[in-house]
């Protein structure tokens, strides 16, 4: 008999961490390596504490829990997620995968099982990227694609690096980052939107991602006076900024429902009452489950920022630095995922990711999948971000199983 | 013979006062009651040093520098503008004026010309209000439209309170801020617009000012996440604001010649890449000659914001926290500012100011006028600010000439 998830212990430890970095909504907020960050890294090791496993940390602050297998020399199978949050979090982005997985490890634990293949748990750093950039950003530096020394020089708004916030919080460990001896790699992870509960699936089976492009642009106009300066004298750098976050809007909406496009960041120069704005900078990204189609929002976003500066006699200097995906998870583990919610009698229904994971950064290396639990409302980074206890549970069964299966007895 | 102005030493004054506080591209920045304004106020009064003159200060810390008349019972013939500038600020807006007022002391002490009326020069505080908002606050404190004990608490962006960056520079005065024993007050200012320049007009009679409405906006959406949140899902209060940035400065075009509108300032939570935003703040204002039909902007941007609110899903607040004018100088100081520009042989042309200036609230108080002087290509609140040394001398020559009139010898 396959050990079974105690969903009210899962439960109480989703409940207990939500404590840490609690928002008046009743939410989180926990950036990467805040003193709230830090305290629930501490609560998470005291719970792995009894289980006797081998805590690794590397030097960008991933923290990975292995449970040893019988068979020493096999690769091990791995999974987690990330205990960090947006300003604005819920309880369940992340957490619900690490401690889920926890919950994986604590099951073993109590049935006294011993795996053929090691276990090990992932807590990854800074997924959410709110107070460093970019996100995912301790899985990317495993993954070789973003070299170390330069995540340890990139700093907050506050101008802390993240080499002094890991010096500060005591989070960088004694590993070099690098890709690790895993034979496969899953993700637990809330949906994050509405179909699920919509179409009434249980687990989401992630079979891949989507195309996301990722911009910084500064618009450059010319300071003047609000007063005096005619309207037609101008060259404000927040009205043409403004246009083109309803270009970015427009051309999102125009690319429902497989595509979508976002502005989320804005500074303003210098943002005196009084005067005409001359300098604004945007950050937006354009996500398509085709990249085909991103790259044509991509195309036609530029076309209308070039007519926007040449109309407004604006500058608009645009900076594409980044874009990810689209990445196809294992099809194999896919399978299996779906095979071992069949089991337990759980609908499946297959998903594309919209958001950035730390799975995305997993793939290229080892076969790596995800499964998504419903989101209630499909409302997420929102303190009211909800799944039910039954939700969780459910699908940390079929971690449990999944992992279980490919580590072997 | 009346004296004159020695345009060169007029000049030199404004570029050594430019010397506080340089911006890379040739402006100033001195924000009020910053070590360069300070700075600047120090200069200042050791440039009036040897002219003998008796030096008051308020608590608000606006600076009064009284040349004693012969007729000790007779109010005094006030003058002057201000020394603070915008982030951005050139070296004329505020500075010629109090500058001109210096170098008509200087011309009168020279040619050792006691005046029957005592003379006042001026510099008010924060006339620029970049730091501390709302703008001429040294004026609107001495007026009495502004409690001294709420400008004292009003904090900058960095939580420093007006009290404190008084006490920090030591420009809080022994005086209790009050209107002051006056009989007229004058004030040379740059135009900041191209008219005068287009039409040739060498001297502006300022007979009036716009009625202008300010307006703090902040919009209220929900957070989530960029990625799986459907655009149709979202009440992205970023988007929201920018469709409002639009409709004000569409409101601002539309009144051309004689309104504008404005947006200055913007504040974005949580202003985190990846995520919708879900509170935004924004500072409008909007102007016309008439006040009707200032008033007629404002209904109508309610009603803009009230249709995106709902469209949206967003909860706008709109407080309307301040308006002024219009304002009409003195018919009789106008008139006599005319016969002295004509009597120098210099062109005249009736203007409105559209900025907001100390003397607007001077003007219910005293009999009040302003004189203005080009501003080459009307550029303003900006490095590229500039006017001629001979414009600038001309407009000292009438000042002095309407000074001396009224306090006659």
């Known amino acids: 008999m396959t050990p079974t ?4 212990r899962l439960w109480q430890s989703i409940m207990d961490m939500a404590e840490i970095g609690p928002t008046p909504e009743g939410g989180s907020c926990r950036l990467a390596l805040t003193s709230e ?3 629930a890294r501490a609560l998470f090791l005291r719970w792995c504490k009894p289980l006797g496993l081998h805590h690794d940390q590397d030097a960008i602050g991933n923290m990975f829990l292995r449970r040893a297998g019988s068979d020493t020399t096999a690769p091990a199978i791995a999974f987690g997620s990330h205990l960090d949050t947006v300003p604005t979090g819920g309880r369940f982005d992340g957490i619900a995968g690490v401690l889920a997985g926890l919950e994986v490890l604590r099951a073993l634990h109590d049935a006294g099982i011993a795996t053929r293949a ?13 107070r460093f950039s970019p996100a995912m950003m301790g899985s990317r530096v495993a993954a070789g694609e973003l070299p170390l020394a330069r995540a340890l020089a990139i700093t907050d708004d506050a101008g802390i690096s993240v080499a002094q916030a890991l010096a500060d919080s005591g989070q960088g ?7 690790r001896d895993w034979s496969a790699w ?4 809330i949906e994050q939107g509405p179909v699920m509960e919509a179409t009434g699936a249980e687990i989401g089976i ?6 996301a492009r990722y911009f910084q642009i500064t618009v450059t106009g010319e300071p003047s006076h609000v007063g005096p300066t005619e309207m037609n004298r101008r060259h404000d750098s927040l009205a043409a900024a ?35 704005p001359h300098i604004t900078r945007l950050h937006f990204d354009v996500r398509h489950n085709s990249q085909e189609a991103a790259v044509a929002m991509d195309a036609s976003l530029r076309q209308s920022m070039s007519g926007i500066a040449e109309r407004r006699g604006v500058r608009i200097d645009v900076n594409p630095y980044a874009a990810f995906g689209p990445i196809a998870f294992d099809r194999r583990l896919g399978a299996l995922l779906r095979q071992k919610a069949a089991a337990r009698q759980l609908t499946t229904r297959d998903m594309i990711a919209a958001a950035g994971h730390d799975s995305v950064f997993m793939a290229p290396l080892v076969p790596s999948a995800m499964l998504f639990v419903p989101s209630v409302a499909g409302i997420t980074h929102n303190p009211k971000e909800y799944s039910t206890k039954e939700q969780v549970a459910r699908g940390a069964q079929v971690l449990l199983d999944a992992v279980l ?3 072997g007895i």
Do not use: F, K, Q
Request: glycine share 10%; aromatic share 2%.
């Open 186 to 189: 899953l993700e637990l992870h």
């Open 37 to 39: 960050d830090t305290a």
């Open 206 to 211: 992630v079979v891949g991602t989507m195309h």
């Open 118 to 130: 090691p276990l090990e748990l992932v807590n990854w750093m800074n997924e959410e990227g709110s």
């Open 173 to 179: 460990g004694a590993l070099t980052p690098a890709p």
């Open 5 to 8: 998830i105690d969903s009210d």
């Open 405 to 407: 299966e490919l580590a």
């Open 242 to 276: 403004a246009e083109v976050i309803m270009e970015v809007e427009r051309a999102g909406l125009a690319a429902e429902p497989g595509g979508r496009a976002s502005t989320s960041w804005i500074e303003n120069t210098p943002n005196a009452r009084g005067n005409v």
